[in-house]
């Protein structure tokens, strides 16, 4: 598989090095150069196989040339044989359309562990097959930090920095990424916004000597390699409730737009997806999109979902380029835009074909709690704040009523215990596995929002390539 930028400007890469590069040199992001697709036969095929064999199929495309799929296989196998739950991503029945995609079984307790579980693996690999070390930089609202750490810790081919917005965290998505004392992982509070944290990040990126000097790399969902991992869950609720004909739709709470951009991939691979609804909080950058067409920045607000507390959809223009037929100039020149103006226009006809798949919804901090408790109250799951905002999204979908809604349940509601007790007077219980989380020790340092002094604490605290 050949991976191109979507600004057109930056040298076509085998999947090893998109997998190493994660931005592309024009700021761009790397997609497949086409949709692998298999047929209903096909896909029939692999509604017998478990979570792993899946995987294995549904990646094995993406990464032709690179990986064997006899490794495939053994990475997958490796990456989710830990999970908390047999089925790793269970469904569960919430009424008569609508079921509950649990995808908080993995070690941090959040749907990123399903992706980067497995992109740590493959780091591995293809370091090993070419001997070569890489510092990782990543910027997080919350989740991804963690995932990102439990999947790199201790490699000895990676030192990983994470930069996190101070105070902006959850106690919980703290100490999970703070708490691991692994001498190759690096925390930085940083004190700004996620979105002042991801704009360093690209920073260190667009720094040609820098990214050389420490062979930079991301895990962040610009890099490819997350979303195809993350194309398999979608594969694995479609086959399981629609089989390979039958019509299914996601409800998706968003940030990056990464999660749901990987169900787009599913329906391009051939799975009967009929749409998507996604969720925003008080942080609506994309409900304003859909509405009107136009994507115009605002400042980002703390809301109960800090994982969605964004302003800007990296992920969305992987679709805006999809929507304009791969014109990578045209996506270059709409960044651009944005960039100058924090405002730009989707042309008509590219916003028709993506409001015919997606529809926006958004859930202000009063309204998620109602849903938690409404959700605990009708069927007694206890839902995470963000997981709810996907819930609330389903019911702008207007199918016929026995088209099956999946609502992806993004992270475990333990995570986000002050906000479960505000809605229903109860705090849920750490999975046995992270019980002692607040009692262990922290090591992080807090930086400003300089882009002068991170870079110089990366170089000064990363091994030498
Ligand atoms: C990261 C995250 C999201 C948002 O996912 P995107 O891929 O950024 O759209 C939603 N919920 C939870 C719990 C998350 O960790």
Known sequence: ????????????????????????????????????????????????????????KVIAPYVRGSVAESSLLSIAKQAYGGFAHQAVAPLVQLDSQLWLMELFHGPTLAFKDYALQMVGLLFDHVLKARGSRITIVGATSGDTGSAAIEACKDRAAVDIFILHPAGRVSEVQRRQMTTVQSSNVHNVAVQGSFDDCQNIVKAMFADVELRADLNLSAVNSINWARIMAQIVYY???????????????FAVPTGNFGNVFAGYVAKQMGLPIAKFAVGSNRNDILTRYFETGLMTAADVVPSLSPSMDIQISSNFERLLFSAYNNDGVAVANLMERFKQSGEYAVDPA???????????????????????????AATGQVVDPHTAIGIHAARVLKGSPDMPIIALGTAHPAKFPDAIEAAIGQRPA???????????????????????QIKAYVRQHARQI
């Open 235 to 249: 594969a694995w609720a479609s086959l399981r409730l629609g089989s390979e004909y039958k019509p299914v739709a």
């Open 350 to 376: 590219s916003h028709a074909r993506i409001m015919a798949l997606f529809a926006g919804d958004r859930s202000k901090d009063d309204v998620t709690k109602a849903t938690i408790k409404s959700v605990f």
């Open 1 to 56: 598989m050949r991976y191109i930028s979507t600004r057109g400007r930056a040298p076509e890469l085998g999947f090893d090095d998109a997998l190493l590069a994660g931005l592309a040199t024009d700021g761009g992001l790397y997609v497949p150069s086409s949709w692998p697709r298999f047929s209903q036969t096909e896909w029939a095929a692999f509604a017998a196989l478990d979570y792993a064999g899946l995987a294995t």
């Open 430 to 452: 750490l999975p046995a596995h992270l019980a002692d989380l607040l009692q262990r020790h922290e090591r992080f340092t807090t930086l400003a929002n300089d882009l002068d």
